[in-house]
């Protein structure tokens, strides 16, 4: 069968562009033992491929120039070479952007089509509620009364820290850009106030919103909005860093954290965390978070676009901040 | 008895200059119940007091305005109101930058002359000893065949952070300013490496001496070492922010980590300290310290420089690098 891939082609300075993509038809293989030939479905786009697009050490090796750009999925298998796996199966694996992939078994597990919608699997019940999951109750250790803050609020990992927060006991301070945004995480997440960063001077509206300054800060974008969130923090403040995605298409150095000695002042901690250290746990969480969707007391929201060929224009809708929800990519077969 | 003083006079924008400090000559004035009469003999200079100066919230209240500056001391009791002291005690306290102090008991603690010099109270025996104790061992958290970074290496914490470092089974780096300094780290303090920041690219220097990453980095200088420090951290690295001196004198803001980032890569940790949260373990603290001591484990290496009027330009000499070992006045009485 034809197979449409999007291949790295080049190390993006700053903004990917549309030139660091190479737009690849090629055909299916037939998968070998212990391998599986799936059809692609819905493709995860996340801001931290713009990490795996640059050379040099980080917490996973870089993609290949030449090979398909690495991404988490979901689909269906349609060949099968494994034991574990039959033709029908709906399973995750890292799939890469392309209609179909013959990987290896190893790393792939299934999905329950009937549990939800496929695409959640991509954003709470995947890689995206796993970090907020893990990245708030183990290095943010909220405790009841506490106040949370958390930036891109109404993304796919925000929107899951501030409710587990909730369910939590805690008050809950999300930093979102943009009215609609901001609605969202009030009325349908139920946080306690929203800051608008794209509209509000978000100091000011931290010491409006926090009168009791911040226990647990999980940073999802870096730059000017942690150095703000660094001069409101409580004493023995711990601040979890997800990401900085406001940082990653810099083409000079990242803007450090100018207030970081606010740490020293509060005795307070900030702590990277990388959600793959989980793995052996994301089954309690699984169960966690299923019952608390069950409960109504989680909930979630996709953002869907629709044809593999808009890949590179749909990626940076991350930067722009232009997603509503966690960003899928539905892929098309002709 | 005639007392002189310096008063804080101005807050300083950048450098203190000596504008910022007034000359007072006053009379010293007989202590009320529960009170004390010092007569100072030796000053603690502490980059601390640069904090100390400025306006504002931090971990301690400012000075005031016309206020004495506050300063660590030790000093002889010469008349007291108090039953737990008598003329003649040698005693701990913070006395302020003056000949005599008529101040409340309370806080004021016993030194014994005939275990140390008097002015090892204010280094290695008195809050920088503390300092580098408490930060290490409990924010630092190293363990047997880490390897363990320090900036600041020769100072009056740095030198003892690397020392209880090494009685730890730690593999010790200090960063230090010039060759003697190095020179000192090396032979006298036993470290197994030492970087000279003034005359060595501190990035490539750290690769040839830490071969193996750095797990603990205990920083005092804050800027580009501790951005250079962050490109070289191993997974769960624990980095104490124990202070900046490189920055406190800036008139922009302050040089935050651009590479903060790595945090996250490597689930590392930063964490600020401040010694007063372990005032009631200082007594445990102490009995290791001497024991260190005794055994000859642990050095100390005071710079004395005398006369209660250089105290400006004194102070001075930590912001510029010139002291060598714990900075204190020696205070005459003429």
Redesign the interface.
Known sequence: MKNIQWLLAARPKGEPTRGDWKHNETQTRSPEKGEILVKVEYISLDPAMRGWMNEG???IEPVELGDVMRAGAVGEVIESGDDNFSAGDKVYGSFGVQQYATCSAQGVHKVDPELAPLERYLGVLGMPGMTAYFGLLKTGLPEAGETVVVSGAAGAVGSVVGQIAKIKGCRVVGIAGGKEKCDYVMSELGFDAVIDYKNEDVKKALRSTCPDGVDVYFDNV?GEIL?AVLTHINLRARIV????IS?YNNTT??????????????????????VF?NIKHYGEAARDMSGWIGQGKLKAKEHVVEGIDTFPDTLMMLFRGENFGKLVLKVNHD
């Open positions: 050490k980080s917490y870096g150095d860093i997800c990401g900085a940082q150095a990242v803007k450090g954290p100018s207030n970081y000695l606010s740490l020293l002042v509060n005795r307070a901690r900030m702590e990277g965390i990388v250290d």
